[in-house]
């Protein structure tokens, strides 16, 4: 099929890439110039596993190209949309500037029977909105939200977990063949595709998001409980994640959640419903969001502590700036939070990334960055493990106690075992444990 991606940023480039590699003729269609000639180079604009391989095969096979011209849609037949929904700088909602100049810049090349895709992260009632406009020019719009992690986003566009359609009542039927021609490989292998209406699509990621987030702070209460009374969350976690209604998926206590997608959506989800006069109905969302801010906070408290209560002029490590492994994305990162911080609490910061220190220097120039570990650990007074990157896990803790001046870390994520740092000389204190 032809197809075409408006937005090549984290979404939309990962999605074209992976629907020319299932066989689609796919533009992608992009005004960030820079972005577009590097994608055409085959040069992802940001780290995402197995994605820089995808994209230059895709490209090799002619099926995939990159453009700034809107125009080169006219061919395409499925065109989707696949921009960013940023958090709005004066609230909490979401921003639809973006999906909706995408709409304005498809309508004049839209055709009878085309369909429009949205997959942008949106508030409820936004499809239908815009399905009256999409119908003005004889074609139809439909819902399909995304469901990608980062770090397996190429694996989760070419094999999802579920496949969810939003379709229009009196086109439903038409859009549901055309959708399941688009993600035919993935249905073949027993996907679970699920028909709903446009509301009902909307929900589905920030419900999603919310539960897991939900989770995340759920876990980190426990270990604000645990900290206080000599437990330990991970073993409680490991305990009650066996019980078959819980799960032990997303019950890791520490510096809790960031990126671009959990934090946004839950405040954006907490907005709508207020907007829908049902605030009361997710007002816990806002507990959930304290509670993981809070985790923050606390890491900054444990470096002091280590430190006998002064962080000024203290030499302090910081491992991870991304705000999970295998990305380098920094949006709303704890570790990077935690950093600044202690940067503007006087502390000297070395900081380490295998990815995320181009993105975090853009932002931060004020922070000291190193160019390995053990740069990283060279002198440190204590250090902090801030993403669990499996470099970091790995650690030897006589050899990392080598380099720095104060054996003292503090195990954010934890992912280390206490016994084997303690047995090296390490003061190491983890969260909720």
């Not at 096979?61 to 809107?70: E, I, N």
């Not at 999906?99 to 810049?105: G, L, R, S």
């Not at 139809?140 to 469901?147: D, R």
């Not at 853009?362 to 960055?369: D, E, F, S």
Request: glycine content about 10%; hydrophobic content about 45%.
């Amino acid at each position: 099929m032809k197809l075409s991606v408006k937005g090549c940023g984290y979404l939309g480039a990962v999605h074209a890439a992976a629907m020319a590699s299932l066989g689609h003729e796919v533009v992608g269609v992009d005004p960030d110039a820079r972005k577009i000639a590097a994608l055409a180079e085959g040069r992802p604009p940001f780290f995402e596993p197995e994605l820089a391989e995808l994209l230059r095969s895709s490209l090799e096979s002619g099926r995939l190209t990159f453009t700034t011209d809107t125009a080169a849609v006219a061919d395409a037949t499925v065109h989707f949309i696949a921009v960013g929904t940023p958090q709005g700088a004066d609230g909490l909602g979401a921003d639809l500037r973006f999906v909706d100049a995408a709409i304005d810049d498809l309508l004049p090349f839209l055709e009878p029977g085309d369909l429009v895709v949205g997959k942008s992260t949106v508030p409820v009632g936004t499809a239908a909105r815009l399905a009256e406009r999409v119908r003005q020019t004889g074609a139809a719009l439909a819902w399909n939200p995304e469901f990608l992690r980062e770090g397996f986003a190429v694996r989760d566009t070419i094999a999802p977990d579920r496949i969810v359609y939003g379709l229009a009542s009196d086109t439903g039927e038409r859009d549901a063949e055309i959708l399941d021609a688009v993600y035919a490989a993935a249905l073949q292998r027993g996907t679970p595709r699920l028909t709903t209406d446009y509301a009902t699509a909307e929900l589905v990621k920030v419900a999603a998001n919310s539960f897991l987030a939900t989770k995340i702070s759920f876990i980190n209460a426990m270990a604000e409980i645990a900290e206080v009374v000599g437990a330990n969350v991970v073993e409680l976690a490991d305990a009650i994640g066996y019980d078959e209604r819980i799960g032990r998926k997303f019950l890791g206590a520490g510096l809790g959640f960031g990126g671009g997608c959990l934090p946004k959506d839950i405040r954006a989800f907490t907005a709508r419903a207020e907007e829908l006069g049902r605030g009361e109905s997710v007002v816990f969302l806002r507990n959930v969001d304290e509670i993981n801010l809070r985790r923050r906070s606390r890491a900054v408290e444990m470096v002091a502590e280590a430190l006998g209560g002064e962080v000024r002029g203290r030499r302090v490590s910081i491992l991870g700036l991304a705000f999970k492994p295998n990305s380098d994305d920094i949006r709303d990162s704890p570790a990077l939070d935690v950093a600044v911080t202690l940067h503007d609490l006087g502390a000297e910061i070395v900081a380490y990334d295998p990815e995320a220190i181009a993105n975090a220097r853009v932002g931060h120039p004020q922070l000291r960055y190193a160019d390995g570990v053990e740069q990283a650990l060279q002198g440190a007074e204590a250090v902090v493990l801030a993403t669990e990157w499996a470099e970091f896990k790995a650690l030897d803790p006589e050899a990392a106690g080598s380099l720095v001046a104060q054996r003292s870390i503090i195990d954010g994520r934890n992912v280390l075992v206490p016994e084997d740092w303690r047995a090296a000389g390490w003061d190491i204190r983890s969260m909720g444990r």
